[in-house]
């Protein structure tokens, strides 16, 4: 079907003013420093050095270490690389026959463009600002191992699964997680979905790669995230205040020895909540915490015990927790869409709180403008284009993208429970995952009934 010239033309005038004032921004703007940006200048100057040690993962360290001493700006550098890999993934959803800047894909390029929470990031020293590429790459190589261009190749999905777990590990360790759910997802599937049985070897090989990965890489992730003070700030903020102190005097079950451990936990949660505005590092260096101390290693073995106990012991509290990760996913995080409007670096003006209503809204004025049209060969009325009989005949394609959804909403759900302060932007990698996949099914649509569905 042809395209309107005009329409095009003028998607295509959206396109060029949004790329371009998101560069002018990052041209005319001095990055933004946040307080965890000094550690990565610091793991950047001294990355090499023998006997040197960081916190950090060094992939950003690394990307950083690259641009030292040179005329490049950090944060047009980050969004030409994010550009790009978008842009290619976009042309390798469509494939060869559609041009890169169809009306489909520059209706894509339009909606990810308008994404406060993606490109604002790429004018802060932080990891987010390179995150959205990573993700990219890490859904392309998934995709090259389920769908290989030629026959299975099990050097070549080897390949892809360990550069996946590499990305991963060394920018932020704990997509990790999200990579393992997908892998056993997919093999899973082709153990109990017919369609997708030819998938058994490609699926077996990633799951075999990320549990080995994943096992290797334990101890790195663990030293490179702050895991008790995660456990703490979720503890402080998670609201089970008064079920903590309703169990200290009418649990009955509690002995004299957890009763007192736990009444310290409360206290401290109670210090840390409203003494210290929140703040458990404030709180730590005072001094005056009897079991939540984050800096100090030899209260970590206390904090353990304290998350066990508070949310573990009961089966009540434990279904209390998962009703926390729910009632977040839904209500603070809006279905992770929320997480599209944070912004840390400059921003293009309008479109924070509302790029999401734009985009949607966009996404339905086109689709009935589109669904009035006649079909040229048959001079009726196309209707709503059937994506779904699109995918029940290529389900394949199908299984690959609901587990990645299906990933990405139970990664989000996780997260929602280690992010009690800075929720979106802790839950922005399971969004950019969430919304990649469905950016594939609108890419690789062929758009006609009649047009027979890719197969590889």
Excluded at 44 to 53: N, V
Excluded at 54 to 65: G, W, Y
Excluded at 193 to 212: G, P
Excluded at 393 to 403: D, H, K
Aim: aromatic fraction near 12%.
């Amino acid at each position: 079907m042809t395209e309107n010239k005009a329409l095009t033309r003028s998607l295509h005038a959206v396109l060029f003013l949004l790329f371009s004032g998101w560069l002018y921004l990052f041209v005319t703007t001095p990055v933004r420093i946040c307080p965890d940006s000094y550690g990565y200048f610091a793991d950047a100057d001294h990355l090499f050095e023998p006997g040197y040690q960081t916190i950090r993962p060094v992939l950003f360290p690394l990307f950083l270490r690259v641009l030292h001493g040179t005329p490049l700006k950090m944060s047009i550098v980050a969004y030409l690389l994010n550009c790009g890999s978008l842009l290619y993934m976009v042309k390798l959803g469509s494939g060869k026959a559609r041009p890169l800047f169809s009306r489909r894909n520059t209706i894509v390029l339009i909606s990810f463009l308008m994404l406060i929470g993606i490109w604002s990031y790429c004018g802060t020293y932080l990891t987010e600002s390179i995150l959205f590429a990573v993700q990219i790459w890490i859904f392309i190589f998934l995709y090259k191992i389920v769908f290989p261009i030629k026959a299975p190749n099990v050097l070549a999905a080897i390949g892809y699964a360990l550069a996946i777990c590499l990305l991963a590990t060394t920018l932020k360790p704990w997509i990790m997680i999200m990579v393992l759910l997908t892998a056993v997802s997919l093999f899973i599937a082709s153990l109990a979905i017919r369609s997708f049985r030819s998938k058994m070897l490609s699926s077996f090989i990633l799951l075999v790669v990320a549990i080995v990965a994943f096992g290797v890489s334990m101890g790195y992730n663990r030293s490179k995230s702050f895991e008790k003070a995660n456990i703490v700030v979720f503890m402080a903020g998670s609201g089970f205040e008064r079920t903590l102190q309703e169990r200290l005097t009418g649990d009955k079950s509690l002995n004299k020895e957890d009763s007192s451990f736990l009444a310290a936990v409360l206290s401290d949660m109670d210090l840390i909540l409203h003494k210290y505005d929140r703040n458990p590092w404030d709180a730590s260096k005072a001094r005056e915490l009897r079991v939540l101390n984050v800096l100090d290693p030899a209260y970590g073995p206390g904090i353990d015990k304290a998350y066990r106990l508070v949310y573990f012991q009961r089966f009540r509290d434990f279904m209390g927790l998962v009703g926390l990760a729910f009632e977040r996913h839904i209500s603070d995080l809006r279905l992770d869409t929320s997480c599209f409007e944070i912004a840390y670096g400059p921003e293009l003006p309008g479109l924070r709180n509302l790029s999401v209503i734009l985009i949607v809204g966009f996404a339905v004025l086109l689709q009935a403008w589109n669904s009035t049209r006649p079909d040229p060969s048959t001079g009726r009325r196309t209707g709503l284009r059937p994506i779904g009989n699109y995918l029940k005949e290529n389900r394949q394609l199908s299984v690959f993208i609901g587990v990645m959804l299906l990933s990405g909403i139970i990664f989000s759900l996780l997260l929602t429970l280690a992010g009690a302060f800075e929720l979106k932007r802790t839950n922005l990698p399971s969004a950019i995952c969430q919304a990649i996949a469905i950016a594939w099914i609108v890419v690789s649509y062929p758009g006609s009934a009649k047009t027979p569905p890719k197969t590889r």
